[in-house]
C-alpha cells in the first residue's frame, strides 16, 4: 500500500460501491435507459427509391404484396400499389382537420382475405368540437377507383372538445380476437390521469368495439371498463413484436419521448412524472421519484418526435430482425432499436432522412417503406444497398 493511503473500512467500501455502482444503476432503471443525443449517420445501408408523392401523408397499411393503403390527414385515403399507382377511395368521413388532427392510421383487419374489411382512424368534427374516433368498413376496388362501403363508426371519444395530439394508432393482437387504440390527451394533461376520460389512454376493444369482458377494469363500466393502460401523453407509435410483446412510443414535452412495453393496468405516469421538463422550463417529477409509476424502457432527451413503429422480419434485411423502426419527425431520422437477452431495448442506428418521417412500414417482400410528413411527401422504398 502506498504511504498516506489508509485501508478502507466494510462500511466504506459499501458507501463507495454504492455511490459509485449500485447507485447509478437504480437511477438508470427507474428512470430507463435514455438513448439521448447522437449524431445521425448519413452512411445509409439503404437505398431510399421514390415511389409516390402525397399531401401530408399519415399512415401506411400494406394489403398484400402488390397494394397498401395510405391515409392524408386532410381526409384523403389512397390506395397505391407497389409501383407507385395512385386510386382514390371514395366515401371517407369527413375529418376535422387542422394542426396535428385529420385523417389518422389504418389497418387491415385479421380476416382481411374474407371480409375486405378495414378499420381506420379520424378526428371527427361535431357538437362541442371535436374528438378520436375509429371506424371499420368493406373495401371495394375497381380499376378507376376503390369505395368504403357499410362505413361504420365504432367507438367514438365523448364528449368533444379541442387541442391536438389525438393519437389513433391501431394495433391488432397477434390472435386477431382484439384491437388496441391508442388516444393522446389533445393538450390537456390532467386527462390523462382520469380513467372516466378516454383521453391519454390505451384502449383495448373488440373487433366490434364492445368492450373484452377480461379488460383490467371491465366490472367498472363505462369508458375505464376500456382502459388498458392509462397516463400517456402523445403516443403515435403502437405495435406487436415477433414475440407478442406489445411497445408503445410517445412524445414527451421539453425532453423525455418514450419508448414504453404495455402491460395491463398499468399506469406510465403523465403528467405526475416525466423525463422532460414543460415547455415554459417548469419541471416535472422523473420517474425515479414515483416507483409506484411505470418507467419508460428506453427515452430519449433531447427529443427526436417519433412516430411509426414497425417491427422488421423481413428476408432483405436479415440483421434488422427482431428489431423496431421508428420514425422521427423533428429529428428527421430513421431509428433502428434492438433488443438485448433480457429483452431490455437500445437504439443501435440513427439514418439522417433529411425530411420529417412520419410512418414506417414493411412488406411482404421485407422491404422498408417511409412516409415524409410534408406536402408533397415522398412515399420512399428501402432497399438494401
Known amino acids: 500500500m502506498k504511504q498516506g493511503m489508509r485501508p478502507v473500512s466494510g462500511l466504506g467500501l459499501a458507501v463507495l460501491l454504492w455511490g459509485l455502482v449500485i447507485a447509478p444503476a437504480v437511477a438508470r432503471a427507474a428512470e430507463g435507459e435514455n438513448a439521448g443525443a447522437r449524431a445521425a449517420s448519413t452512411s445509409l445501408p439503404f437505398t431510399a427509391a421514390p415511389v409516390a408523392a402525397f399531401d401530408t401523408p399519415w399512415a401506411i397499411a400494406f394489403l398484400d404484396g402488390?397494394?397498401?393503403?395510405?391515409?392524408?390527414?386532410?381526409?384523403?385515403?389512397?390506395?397505391?400499389?407497389?409501383?407507385?399507382?395512385?386510386?382514390?377511395?371514395?366515401?371517407?368521413?369527413?375529418?376535422?382537420?387542422?394542426?396535428?388532427?385529420?385523417?389518422?392510421?389504418?389497418?387491415?383487419?385479421?380476416?382481411?382475405?374474407?371480409?375486405?374489411?378495414?378499420?381506420?382512424?379520424?378526428?371527427e368534427p361535431g357538437a362541442g368540437g371535436s374528438g378520436l374516433a375509429l371506424a371499420r368498413a368493406r373495401l371495394v376496388k375497381g380499376e378507376a377507383a376503390a369505395r368504403l362501403d357499410d362505413v361504420d363508426v365504432i367507438w367514438r371519444q365523448l364528449p368533444k372538445g379541442q387541442g391536438s395530439q389525438p393519437g389513433g394508432i391501431i394495433a391488432f393482437a397477434p390472435d386477431g380476437r382484439h384491437l388496441f387504440l391508442t388516444s393522446g390527451d389533445r393538450r390537456r394533461p390532467e386527462t390523462a390521469q382520469d380513467p372516466d376520460i378516454a383521453l391519454g389512454k390505451v384502449l383495448r376493444l373488440n373487433l366490434d368495439g364492445s368492450t373484452p369482458a377480461d379488460n383490467p377494469m371491465a366490472g367498472q363500466g363505462g369508458v375505464r371498463a376500456q382502459v388498458w393502460t392509462l397516463g400517456h401523453r402523445n403516443p403515435y407509435g403502437l405495435a406487436f413484436a415477433p414475440d407478442g410483446k406489445l411497445w408503445l412510443h410517445e412524445m414527451g414535452p421539453r425532453g423525455g419521448d418514450e419508448l414504453n412495453l404495455i402491460e395491463p393496468?398499468?399506469?406510465?405516469?403523465?403528467?405526475?412524472?416525466?423525463?422532460?421538463?414543460?415547455?415554459?422550463?417548469?419541471?416535472?417529477?422523473?420517474?425515479?421519484?414515483?416507483?409506484?409509476?411505470?418507467?419508460?424502457?428506453?427515452?430519449?432527451?433531447?427529443?427526436?418526435?417519433?412516430?411509426?413503429?414497425?417491427?422488421?422480419?423481413?428476408?432483405?434485411?436479415?440483421?434488422?430482425?427482431?428489431?423496431?423502426?421508428?420514425?422521427?419527425?423533428?429529428?428527421?431520422?430513421?431509428?433502428?432499436?434492438?433488443f438485448d437477452a433480457a429483452g431490455a431495448p437500445h437504439e443501435s442506428d440513427r439514418w439522417q432522412m433529411d425530411n420529417r418521417i412520419r410512418d414506417v412500414a414493411v412488406s411482404p417482400d421485407g422491404a422498408v417503406w417511409l412516409i415524409e410528413d410534408r406536402s408533397p411527401g415522398r412515399l420512399l422504398r428501402l432497399t438494401p444497398r
Open 265 to 338: 393496468g398499468r399506469n406510465y405516469g403523465w403528467p405526475l412524472v416525466s423525463n422532460g421538463d414543460n415547455y415554459d422550463g417548469t419541471p416535472i417529477p422523473r420517474h425515479a421519484t414515483r416507483p409506484d409509476l411505470q418507467a419508460p424502457a428506453l427515452y430519449w432527451t433531447p427529443i427526436v418526435a417519433p412516430a411509426g413503429l414497425a417491427f422488421y422480419d423481413g428476408p432483405l434485411f436479415p440483421q434488422w430482425r427482431n428489431s423496431a423502426l421508428i420514425g422521427g419527425l423533428a429529428s428527421r431520422v430513421l431509428i433502428r432499436v434492438t
Open 66 to 123: 402488390e397494394q397498401m393503403l395510405i391515409t392524408e390527414k386532410p381526409g384523403r385515403m389512397w390506395l397505391v400499389s407497389v409501383r407507385g399507382q395512385k386510386i382514390p377511395v371514395q366515401n371517407v368521413p369527413q375529418v376535422a382537420y387542422g394542426g396535428q388532427n385529420g385523417l389518422l392510421d389504418v389497418a387491415q383487419s385479421p380476416d382481411f382475405a374474407a371480409t375486405g374489411r378495414v378499420y381506420f382512424s379520424y378526428v
